[in-house]
Nanobody, 126 residues
Framework: QVQLVESGGGTAQTGASLRLSCTVS????????MGWFRQIPGKDREFVAS???????TVDDSVTGRFTITADRAKNTVYLQMNNLNTEDTAVYYC????????????????????WGQGTQVTVSS
């Protein structure tokens, strides 16, 4: 059974940084695809970033240059480094795992991910 445990959320000031972690059990981060999604209040959950087989990354244009996704194979953990946060980044952030190595726009499709974490709240204040 695959399980994802997120941590690292919290409250930050505009311009600050936070790092989210997603520790995986039951599946290796070196296989398949790991993704980060977020749900902003009042909006649908949206794609943020993904990493395929712990190497190939995709980052949404809305956070490019500020957010980075990485994976640590030894710790079987995926990270989302978020820099220069702004109030529009306030959301619940979800980690997700897909069994297969997704390509192209498939990484953005939530139905391609079979396991989800419980979500972690990030609140950015001005």
């Amino acid at each position: 059974q695959v399980q994802l445990v997120e941590s690292g959320g919290g409250t930050a000031q505009t311009g600050a940084s936070l790092r989210l972690s997603c520790t995986v059990s039951g599946r290796r981060v070196a296989s398949g695809t790991m993704g980060w999604f977020r749900q902003i209040p009042g909006k649908d959950r949206e794609f943020v970033a993904s990493i395929k087989r712990s190497e190939t990354t995709t980052v949404d244009d809305s956070v490019t240059g500020r957010f980075t996704i990485t994976a640590d194979r030894a710790k079987n953990t995926v990270y989302l480094q978020m820099n220069n946060l702004n109030t529009e980044d306030t959301a619940v952030y979800y980690c997700a795992s897909a069994y297969s190595g997704l390509i192209g726009t498939l990484v953005r499709r939530q139905d391609k991910y079979d396991t989800w974490g419980q979500g972690t709240q990030v609140t950015v204040s001005s």
